[in-house]
DNA sequence: TCCTTTGGTTAGGACTCCTTACAATGGGCT
DNA sequence: AGCCCATTGTAAGGAGTCCTAACCAAAGGA
């Protein structure tokens, strides 16, 4: 399994292999340089090059180094190598980038939604964004991943409603929407997966293998990071923590979502959080909202309980409208103090994470096609 | 990071790795057959067997083939190519294996130890079986896989105490007891991570790659499987759900340990749980037996709702001195089916499993030090 | 102008794998 | 017994890849 089978091919395969990643790295580099950083030798990355030149990969740039000694010519990718989409999905709007291989965002748009606009129109802009993407970019659209504002099934890269929580985009196909206008793969997640992607990549989980993200806005959502990655689950739906069983108002233990109807923290009619209504209820200096902000810290931390002992995070991030404020992460990190297991809680720190996380994925998708691209292909049976 | 450096030194090294995996596979194979295994030419695989041969990793086992044409030398694995060590520590002894690179228990050792004979008559025995193993083998052991049945620190391999929960074997550091006796690395799990992995590879998970499996003994512990493997979060400490939130016979959230606390089902003294007297009092067929038998499955289903929700398992698998009884499983089924995200759960079936399991990772690690001999090492600067 | 420094190519060799052909050898069949 | 043939293993030759060493080319500085 491990081992592919040898061939001079592999070998010139992973030659060129190197050659790629070394140019998605630095950029622009010469012939000479390009065998500094790989450290294979200089005649064989010269034949290299000429090999990737001559399939459109890399290109000249026309450029020459200046300094002491020869001039020499750098070369780079190739600028029809296409792009990645990167695409968010929320009730308020969609927005769509292009990123390159470099991890550039080349072009992006966005639209926004009247909030209850429902699945047409955000299934409608998506493709308008896609479509408007894909004209744009030389090359086209190599793979795209998509950001949802809800759970996701991970086989078919719908969005799924699950009972007791929130439908905030509505029955949506993501992949069916954009495979028309993308040449390669399709990957769908939640806004939560990719909020702790990004808060491992350059937020506050920076380089931490094993960590907890919790979201806790109008929905509740949660991503269990493990061993470097981020775990979806057998459907998916790892982190819908919506039916946890944690302590309730009174001291009885009820589904985490029912507390905030217990508490009267639901907007009418909907299992949405009334994020203004929880605000004004638990943020204030008085008794009462400290009285409320206990019950939701006692709530939270069941959950964070469950968190440790099922997945054993190194700490716990915590997003969202209303978690990410200072006052509720405070008070939830000192009542998560108190547990026989304590966990250092701290706030996310990352803009528009959803998008950052995506597109890390995004960038890593589009290389990576780029490179398969070489690899010798067992003659089909 | 994702494509080694090529050479010719590598495409070698990748011929011989085939060869070798093919012969761990296969047990013994002549030179042509090794080739149609492979997919590798006849005069390739020749030169690979003689340079395998002249450095000791491959002998001529002297059989010869039988049939029409003309017959063929065998060739395996060499003899003196060790083997890894598994041990299994409980609080009521030691079990120890020696298993080579086919994956054949070739050694076998066991030592009885009183119940609360303690920490450092649980070293001694595992020593003594550790040297015993270690002289009857030719090659020694060249690693080690140990199953405890406590919790276990990931960085460190130690066994470690946790708050309200039973502390079986004790205070015990199978790496510095192990470390002398065995060349390469020594790793340390629980014995509830390692069943899990033996109901993935031949019980009722087979295949599966998310699941949790759930262990209802004396202690309480759960593993999780995500993505084809078992997670152990930062400390290693994922699956300890002594302190999981669930309801309580009265309704309120109380830590997973103690319902058993609140119904006296717990051993004189201790944290751990009194297995006789729990299967007396839930059990029977009367009243009284079933009313515990519901609390005890509406208490486990909130461990399970937390585990779907966190980890969104395909199926969940029982284990245990009671989890595991037909009575008290089918209790619970019926209980998981109401939740909202319902999820099959099934007994487990595999014999001495955390064995089975340790095993399957000891034979793996095996193969991949033997493998890892071959790989060029780059120039030390 | 000449020297130094750096980029890139040429030449030759070592090595690995493959295809093709062939020698070796044991069983089955007449 | 002797022939056929299926099968194993080796030999020869060739294609391809990488490397080292040496060399040519060109730009900046003394």
Redesign the pocket.
């Known amino acids: 399994m491990s081992s592919a ?5 592999l ?2 395969s ?2 060129d292999e190197n050659v790629l990643r070394a140019l998605m790295e630095r950029r622009r580099l ?4 390009i065998a500094a950083v790989t ?6 990355i ?3 090059v000429r090999r990737l030149s001559r399939a459109g990969l890399l290109e000249d740039t026309g450029e ?10 750098y070369y780079s990718l190739a600028g029809n190598g296409g792009a990645a989409l990167v695409a968010s999905i929320t009730p308020s709007g969609v927005t769509a980038e292009a990123v390159d291989a470099f991890g550039d965002v080349v072009a992006r748009t966005a639209a926004e939604l009247d909030r209850n606009a429902g699945r047409d129109r955000a299934a409608a802009a998506l493709a308008r964004a896609a479509g408007e993407l894909r004209a744009r970019i030389r090359g086209g659209l190599r793979t795209a991943v998509v950001s949802a504002a809800d759970p996701v099934d991970r086989a078919t890269g719908r969005l799924v409603h699950l009972p007791d929580a929130p439908f905030l985009v509505g029955d949506l196909d993501p992949v069916e929407i954009l495979s028309p206008l993308v040449d390669g793969p399709v990957l769908v997640d939640n806004d939560v997966n990719w909020a702790a992607r990004a808060e491992r990549g350059e937020g506050r989980a920076r380089g931490v293998d094993d960590f907890v993200y919790l979201h806790l806005g109008e929905g509740l959502g949660c991503a269990v990071v493990n061993d470097a990655e981020v775990r979806r689950g057998h459907h998916g739906l790892a982190g819908e923590i919506a039916h946890l069983y944690t302590p309730g108002p009174d001291g009885t233990a009820m589904p985490f979502t029912r507390v905030f109807a217990e508490l009267g923290l639901r907007r009418a009619g909907s299992t949405a959080i009334d994020v203004e209504a929880l605000r004004a209820a638990a943020f204030g200096a008085g008794e009462e909202a400290g009285r409320v902000r206990a019950v939701l810290a006692r709530a939270v931390c069941g959950v964070v309980a469950a968190a440790v002992a099922l997945a054993d995070p190194r700490l716990v991030v915590v997003g969202g409208a209303w978690g990410a404020a200072p006052e509720m992460t405070e008070a939830i990190g000192e009542e998560c103090a108190k547990a026989p297991r304590g966990v250092p809680v701290v706030a996310a720190r990352v803009e528009t994470p959803e998008l950052v996380g995506a597109r890390g994925r995004a960038v890593e998708g589009l290389r990576e096609l780029i490179v398969a691209a070489l690899r010798p292909t067992p003659p089909t049976p």
Do not use: H, V
């Not at 010469?30 to 340089?33: D, G, K, P, V, Y």
């Not at 450290?39 to 064989?44: A, L, Q, V």
């Not at 020459?64 to 010519?73: H, I, L, P, V």
């Open positions: 089978k040898p061939s001079l091919e070998l010139r992973l030659t010469t012939r000479a340089e450290g294979i030798s200089k005649p064989t010269s034949d290299s020459r180094t200046t300094g002491r000694g020869r001039a020499g010519s």
